[in-house]
T-cell receptor, first 112, second 120 residues
Framework: DAKTTQPNSMESNEEEPVHLPCNHS???????IHWYRQLPSQGPEYVIH???SNVNNRMASLAIAEDRKSSTLILHRATLRDAAVYYC?????????????FGTGTRLQVTL | GAVVSQHPSWVICKSGTSVKIECRSL??????MFWYRQFPKQSLMLMAT?????????EQGVEKDKFLINHASLTLSTLTVTSAHPEDSSFYIC????????????????FGPGTRLLVL
């Protein structure tokens, strides 16, 4: 399984952009990078995923390094509702299912 | 978007009793669902993969006789914690794979809101 490394915690001011890094140096050429987040006392929710090129959706942007050994989740304007634990995950395929292995993630604090 | 619900949202039970947790996909069919467990201040740990119409696949170290999984329909999977003990107190979360995404490694999952179990 590909291993990921994320900072334990980050802080941001509201309305400011946030860049959440993830190191995944052991990722294989076919591994996608998925990002999920978990708000307090809730189940996780999907944020974004990508393979090689940068990706954008209504929630965030994902910038993937050219060598694919790292990626950065970008929240363009953090709000208090974005305070959550963010997980960077390369799913692993078992042939019949794609499984998610959650690491410790990055706890994002957003302040006024 | 796809919605996954869980019932109950929280449950308190006595040691030795069994507790059933339901996971439903509300507006889509889920041939595969997953069950996770999360202890306080820890990350989610995958317990098992639930497959409609067949036996669940358990992760290493998870007792299949203690955590019974039934996926009898395309919209419902249940997790029964048998003979629950205080150490089983945890946050149990289910998810369903998004059948609309193509390519297994691109599959995303929709998560339920979780069920908090407290065993006294």
């Amino acid at each position: 399984d590909a291993k990921t490394t994320q900072p334990n915690s980050m802080e941001s001011n509201e309305e400011e952009p946030v860049h959440l890094p993830c190191n995944h140096s052991t990722i294989s050429g076919t591994d996608y990078i998925h990002w999920y987040r978990q708000l307090p006392s809730q189940g996780p929710e999907y944020v974004i995923h990508g393979l090689t090129s940068n990706v954008n959706n209504r929630m965030a942007s994902l910038a993937i390094a050219e060598d694919r050994k790292s990626s950065t989740l970008i929240l363009h304007r953090a709000t208090l509702r974005d305070a959550a634990v963010y997980y960077c995950i390369p799913p692993r395929s078992t042939g019949t299912a794609s499984k998610l292995t959650f690491g410790t993630g990055t706890r994002l604090q957003v302040t006024l | 978007g796809a919605v996954v619900s869980q019932h109950p949202s929280w449950v308190i039970c006595k040691s030795g009793t069994s507790v059933k947790i339901e996971c439903r996909s509300l507006d889509f069919q889920a041939t595969t669902m997953f069950w996770y467990r999360q202890f306080p201040k820890q990350s989610l740990m995958l317990m098992a993969t639930s497959n409609e119409g067949s036996k669940a696949t358990y992760e290493q170290g998870v007792e299949k006789d203690k955590f019974l999984i039934n996926h009898a329909s395309l919209t419902l999977s249940t997790l029964t914690v048998t003979s629950a003990h205080p150490e089983d107190s945890s946050f149990y979360i289910c998810s369903a794979r998004d059948f609309r995404t193509s390519g297994m490694l691109q599959e995303t999952q929709y998560f339920g809101p979780g069920t908090r179990l407290l065993v006294l």
